[in-house]
């Protein structure tokens, strides 16, 4: 994976690159079955030895010459996504990242911005390092942190995000109430682990219900799966799931095909 991605139009984003923080081998400390990158098989023990992370300068280069481009192109860059190769609060030092590419776009903005929008930063994560303050407080200076939820229950979110730190869904959900401009993403699978059964629906909406999102992003996985047995839903299933979740909390879901895994 590049360490910026070519720009790419986001039904919600607009047009957007993502930023892989997090160099050219996976670095999780989840390993949910759906992964797309594949099983993460860095152990968060050996991060520190055996972790090779995007080299910050070559991040702020890149993202510089996309939104140089975009602007000379008559194409701004709406959004820039951190996130990549993996979890991005593991970059080693997070709050420098943050603070360096918002320099980077405040350098840029009267050159690459149309009057009056400014190129968001949005961070995706699975919020399992929310409970370490330089990491919400970084956060905090995104314009959106779109947290992973994908169950509402604990037996589910050690089922499918298998996390391999001692982290749990109570953990992240407390940690989730320090962060300001707070989005979930959700990504739907079918078969056993569906959410669109009533018990795993009900607790999934009300963690929804407790987080009280800006918005709900829901999508399907991306083949191939980290483990091959995992059942792919459709867009059908997305719907239903949309659905139900207007329906008891009046929220209406964006449906993606174009987030990162
Ligand atoms: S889907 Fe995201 S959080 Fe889950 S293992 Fe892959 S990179 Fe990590």
């Known amino acids: 994976m590049r360490i910026v991605s070519p720009a790419f139009q986001n039904a919600s984003l607009g047009r957007s690159i993502e930023v892989n923080v997090l160099g050219e081998k996976k670095i999780c400390n989840f390993d949910c079955v759906y992964c797309s990158l594949g099983p993460s098989e860095l152990r968060i023990s050996r991060l520190k030895q055996e972790a090779v992370f995007s080299p910050l300068q070559e991040i ?5 010459r996309a939104l140089s481009e975009g602007a000379q192109s008559g194409e701004a860059i709406d959004s820039i996504l951190v996130s990549g190769n993996g979890e991005p609060t593991l970059y080693p030092d997070f709050r420098q990242l943050t603070n360096a590419l918002l320099e980077r776009r405040s350098e840029l903005a009267s050159t690459t911005n149309e009057k009056g929008r400014t190129t968001k930063l949005v961070c995706l994560t699975n919020g399992d390092k929310f409970d370490d303050r330089d990491i919400v407080d970084a956060l905090n200076l995104f314009d959106e942190t779109v947290l992973k939820i994908d169950v509402g229950t604990e037996t589910s979110f050690k089922k499918i995000n298998r996390p391999l730190s ?36 009900d607790e999934w909406i009300e963690v ?16 191939p799966t980290a483990d091959p047995k995992v059942k792919l839903a459709t867009e059908d299933d997305l719907n239903v799931l949309s659905h139900w979740l207007e329906r008891k909390l009046k929220i209406r879901a964006q449906v993606e095909t174009d987030f990162a895994a």
């Open 208 to 223: 929804i219900a407790m987080l009280n999102p800006k918005k709900v992003y829901l999508q399907v996985a991306k083949s």
């Open 60 to 64: 702020l280069t890149g993202v510089g």
């Open 166 to 201: 001692r982290s749990s869904l109570e953990k992240i959900i407390l940690g989730a109430r320090s962060i300001k401009n707070l989005s979930v993403q959700t990504t739907l699978l079918a078969g056993d682990l569906s959410l669109n059964h009533s018990s795993q629906l």
